[in-house]
Each structure stands twice: as C-alpha cells, then as structure tokens.
C-alpha cells in the first residue's frame, strides 16, 4: 500500500485497482491529495476519511461500497464503461460517478484505421502463409486506400478522428450521421450522406454508434444487398450493430469481400462460423487496449477529481447531481415532463438541430430550472450520440455538438400554471412544443408546432401528419386493426379545412417497421413519427 500523507486539510483519494503513477500524476504531484493505493475488498472496517474512489472494471462497486466508505462524494472510473458500478446506489448516496469517455479514441481509431488496411492488404494472411513456409505474392495482391471511399456510419469523436486519417491517406470519406450538421461537415471536409448513399458509395463501410434499440442490426440483408459488391465491413465499435448471420451470408456470396471485426454480439467469441472465412479479421475486444490509452483514463479521472476537490464543476459526470429532496420535491413532475419533451423534440426533429430554446413560465418560473433544462437535454440527445448521456453531462454534449442552449423564464400570462416551451431550430425547419403538468390531469402536451393538443404522454404513440382529407382517419384505423394494433386514444387537429393536419395516438404495443412503412403508404398522409416516450 502507498499512502502520500501531508497536512490535516487533504482530500483523501483511495486508489483501488491498479494504476501507473503516469495515470495518478496530477493527485501524486498535489500536496494536498493524500492517495491510497489499496483494494477496497481488503478494508476489514469502515474508513470515514476516503472522499473520492478510483476505480477500473475489476472493482465492484455495490450498496456495500458506500458502508465501507460513509463519506465518499466521487467515484471515478478509469475507463469508458461504468457495467462494474452500482449508479443508483451512488446516486442514492449523493456520490457523483465520472468516467472518460474519450480517453481511448485515439486507441479506437488507430485500431480500426490498423484493421482496414491490413484487411485490404492480406497482411493477416500472408504472414501466415510465410510462416507456413509458403511465398505466393500473387495470392496476397491487395487494394490501395488511395482513391477509395470510405463510409462512416456514426460521427462522434471516433469518426471524426477516423476521417481525418482517411483524408490524409487520401481516401474520399462520405459521412452517414443523422445530426450532422453541413457547418460541421465542411469544417471536417467530408460529405454527409444518407445510409442508403453510404451503401450505394463506399468501398469500405465502418460503424461508429452506440449499440441502440434503432442501430442494432442497422446494417443487416438488406443493407448488404443494396452496398457495392466487394465491399469491405469493419467494426469496432459495439456487437450487434452489424447482423452478424447477415454478415456471414454476405461473405459466402462475395457480397462481402472481407470483414474485419473487434466486437461481437456474444463475447467471449466461440464456435461462430466467421471464423471460417480468411478474408475476415477478428480481434479480442482490444481497440481501446493500449499502454496510452489506459494512461490517458487515469489521467482524465485524476485531474477531473483533483478538480472537484478544489471545487470545480464536473465534466463528465454520469449520474443525477445532488438536489435537496425539498427543491427537487417542487419540480418533480416537471422534470419528468422536460425528459419526454426532450425525447419527442428529439424524435420529431431527427435532422441536424443548431439551436435548443427553452421558456418556463408561470410559477414555474419563480424556481431554478437549471435541473429542468438538463432534464430535457438529457431525454433529447439519449438516442443521438455515441456516449453515455445523463443530467450531469448533457450540457458538455451540447457544446460538443455545437447546439447553442437558451433558457429563458417568462412571468407572462400563458393560461397555464406553469408552462414548457421548447423550440427546436435545425437547418431546415423549427419544431415547437409545448407542455404542463398539474395535479388533475398530469403530464400534458398543449401544443406541437401549430396545432393546439391536449393529449397526455404514454409509452407507445403515433405522432401522423397528414392532408384533411375524408376518410384519413378511418384508413388508418383499419390499418392498425389488421395489423393487431389497438388504439387507446387519439386526438385530431388541423390548421384549415383541407389543408395540413396531424392526429395523434396511443397505442397499446410498440410500432413495427412494417406497420409504420404501411401507414406511410396511406393516401394523403405526409409523415409518421413513431414516439417511444
């Protein structure tokens, strides 16, 4: 065990799996952090004066965790992934978790740009048959990047890294993001395209998202048929986002000229028939495994906790800030409702979005909102970047986005309450709604854009835009009882008679592709938008 003492003000940091004193620099250079270098299993009583916890993957951190250290404010986590650390038990306690999440995407993209080119080269497969005792030049002749296209489906931090290695190889980088705005794509030099513009162009396609209930099997049959033949796949990303069994078939048919993968959708990898193939590159999970990377963590965790002892503001934490019950009590129901508004502006705005405004008025008004706000920033980017998003976070995000965020208190009178009004400014449209809350009727949406509504929030709900038209209406309830699915409510609006309109539904289960392809085939209806909320 290390224990670094100084004077009686220090700020005690217990270290508990093992960690280079390159990663530890900024606490071990610091007089008034006093480090301990001890697994927390081998603490036989209590320990009062550990402030701050740092951990890796093999540290557990559960209920007993917060006995063991009674006055613990902060756990940082070494690393990208918090599966080890119990964050409703911590956010019980008070206890804010950090990690880094972009401590490992130099790592990442070196590791992906690495798999490409020794996929298109036969690196792999060469030096196993020299080794073998074999000399087949021919058999190895590979492809140049130069020239090519590579596609990138997802552009957040790895992407970006990864497509300036690309321009500088001289390769054409087409870009598929839904949030990609032309500003920042310009900025990077590459081309945003759609996915179908991805498949149709690229030469090699690599995917860079979270592993999400919309991008898991994002690329499957389907997409493999429409891509050019020959093309190359990688991932490094997360298994899953790729259909693996799609994946096989595409590589028996030469759809697929090769593979390279670092993830897959059960690990540790068994019996999986890509390992048949030679044109395919398989790799343990290792992209972000380097000695820079796992130095870089520590690093980004020590200084984030140095800098909460000294009390600055936490980056990159990923739990719920502390609020005292009394406060949090006043604006409860309003946080839940700025989290769905944040995930239907989201969902009805799946373009690039500049500008994030938000106006709270009535009583409402006369409290901090700031809570509010990150509410609605969190339920909005869930589902739009490649991180973990939370209260704590989502203004970072943001930022790193380049939405600009206004928050504004109106004590005018609205006819509400209190009122949320939320306009969401993309590069080619707005989208406004608004939203209440009150002991009657709970959580209600009052208006979308221009249709005034009243309609309470559920699981499952079909937001439809459509032409006033007889018969729109009953079409659609048809439609939905042939395919099994029952309407609980709906709610019809438009702006004149004939002219734009919009209903909107709750459902009783959650909306197929199918379902929702076959409602946007319906005469007169412009646009669905499936809202899980």
């Excluded at 058999?139 to 590579?150: C, D, I």
Aim: a negative charge.
């Amino acid at each position: 065990m290390i224990d670094t003492k100084t004077s009686a003000k220090t700020f005690t940091v217990l270290v508990s799996d093992r960690l280079s004193n390159e990663g530890l620099a900024p606490l071990l250079t610091n007089p008034q952090i006093r480090l301990i270098e001890q697994p927390i299993t081998e603490f036989t009583q209590p320990d009062p004066t550990v402030e701050a916890l740092i951990v890796r993957s093999a540290t557990q951190v559960t209920e007993d965790t917060f006995k063991t250290l009674p006055n613990l404010k902060i756990i940082g986590r070494a690393g990208v992934g918090v599966d080890n650390i119990d964050l409703e038990a911590a956010t019980k306690h008070g206890v804010i978790v950090i990690n880094a999440p972009d401590g490992n995407t130099i790592s990442t993209c070196e590791h992906t740009f690495a798999m490409m080119i020794t996929l298109l080269r036969n690196i792999p497969q060469a030096n196993e048959s020299v080794k073998r005792g074999e000399w087949n030049r021919k058999k190895f002749e590979g492809l140049e990047l130069y020239g090519k296209t590579l596609g990138i489906v997802g552009f957040g931090r790895i992407g970006t890294e990864l497509a300036a290695r690309a321009k500088a190889f001289q390769m054409n980088v087409i870009v598929f993001d839904p949030f990609l705005t032309a500003e920042r794509a310009e900025k990077f030099g590459v081309t945003s395209g759609s996915l179908d513009d991805i498949l149709r162009e690229s030469d090699v396609i690599t995917v860079h998202t979270p592993l999400t209930k919309n991008t898991k099997g994002l690329i499957g049959q389907k997409e493999f048929e429409q891509a050019k033949r020959g093309v190359f796949i990688l991932n490094c990303a997360r298994g899953g986002i790729i259909d693996e069994q799609a994946l096989v078939e595409a590589l028996e048919t030469g759809q697929v000229r090769g593979a390279a993968l670092d993830v897959f959708e059960d690990e540790p990898l068994q019996n999986h028939p890509l390992k048949n193939f030679d044109q395919v590159i398989l790799t343990p999970h290792i992209a972000a495994s380097t000695k820079e990377a796992q130095r870089s963590v520590a690093e980004q965790v020590s200084s984030e906790i140095l800098a909460y002892s000294e009390g600055k503001p936490i980056i990159h934490g990923l739990n719920f800030p502390h609020i005292s019950s009394d406060a949090f009590e006043k604006i409860h129901p309003f946080y839940e409702l700025a989290y769905k508004m944040g995930k239907m502006s989201s969902t009805s705005m799946r373009i690039p979005v500049k500008e994030i405004e938000l106006v709270y008025s009535g009583k409402l008004a006369e409290n901090d909102t700031a809570i509010l706000t990150r509410s609605f920033l969190n339920g909005f980017f869930k589902s739009r970047v490649d991180s973990y998003v939370n209260d704590v976070n989502v203004s970072f995000i943001a930022r790193e986005r380049g939405v600009s965020l206004s928050e504004k208190r109106n004590q005018e009178e609205t006819g509400y309450q209190s009122l949320i009004k939320a306009v969401i400014t993309g590069e080619q449209k707005t989208f406004t709604l608004l939203g209440t809350s009150n002991q009657d009727f709970g959580l209600r949406f009052v208006k979308v854009d221009d249709f005034t509504v009243d309609f309470q929030p559920s699981e499952h709900q079909l937001f439809i835009k459509h032409n006033d038209r007889p018969g729109v209406i009953g079409r659609v309830g048809q439609l939905l009882g042939n395919h099994d699915v029952n309407i609980a409510t709906m709610q019809v609006g438009r702006k004149s008679e004939g002219g734009d309109a919009m209903m909107i539904l709750s459902v009783d289960k959650e909306m197929d592709a199918v379902t929702v392809e076959a409602l946007e085939n319906v005469d007169d209806i412009r646009h669905v938008t499936v809202l899980e909320l």
